[in-house]
C-alpha cells in the first residue's frame, strides 16, 4: 500500500498508531490488522483524565487496561511499540500521539452498533477521520461477540 505525498511515495503502513480501548479490542484490533503486516505498531492507550471533574474509571485501574491492551496486541505484534496518553479530548491526543511517534497512518477498528447506539456511545470515528493530518485506515470489523 502506497500513497503520495508532495509527489514522494510512501508505504501507509510503515509505523500505524493503533488506539484500542481495552483488552478485547486490542485483540480484535490487531488480529484484523495482521493480514495487512505493518512495518511497525504502536498500540495506544488513552487514560481518560477528568481535567477538573471525576475520572470516568480510576487512574490506577486505567493502567492496568492499558497493560492487558499492550499484552494483547503482542500476541499478534511481538514487537509493537506501546503509548500511554493522559487526557479528556480522545481524538486530540490520537493525533497527538501519532504525531510523537512519527506515524505513517492511524488504524482502528469500528467497535459496531447502530447509529442510535453509535450517537449515544460518542463514536469518535467521524472527528477522527474528518480532522486527521494524515491517512486514518478504518479495518473491516467483524463480530467478535464483544
Known amino acids: 500500500m502506497h500513497g503520495s505525498v508532495d509527489g514522494e511515495s510512501e508505504d501507509l503502513l510503515a509505523h500505524v498508531l493503533l488506539p484500542v480501548a481495552n483488552e478485547n479490542d486490542a485483540l480484535a484490533t490487531a488480529t484484523a490488522l495482521e493480514p495487512y503486516r505493518p512495518s511497525n505498531v504502536t498500540t495506544l492507550h488513552v487514560v481518560e483524565k477528568g481535567e477538573g471533574v471525576p475520572d470516568k474509571t480510576p487512574v490506577v485501574q ?10 494483547a496486541v503482542r500476541t499478534v505484534f ?21 504525531d510523537e511517534v512519527n506515524a505513517s497512518a492511524i488504524v482502528y477498528r469500528s467497535r459496531g452498533g447502530g447509529r442510535v447506539m453509535k450517537f449515544l456511545s460518542g463514536d469518535l470515528s467521524p472527528k477522527l477521520v474528518t480532522n486527521a493530518d494524515r491517512p486514518v485506515i478504518a479495518l473491516p470489523h467483524v463480530d467478535t461477540n464483544e
Open 78 to 98: 511481538p514487537n509493537a511499540d506501546e503509548h500511554t496518553a493522559y487526557a479528556r479530548d480522545i481524538v486530540g491526543t490520537i493525533f497527538s500521539a501519532a
Open 62 to 71: 486505567s493502567e492496568e487496561i492499558a497493560r492487558e491492551s499492550y499484552a
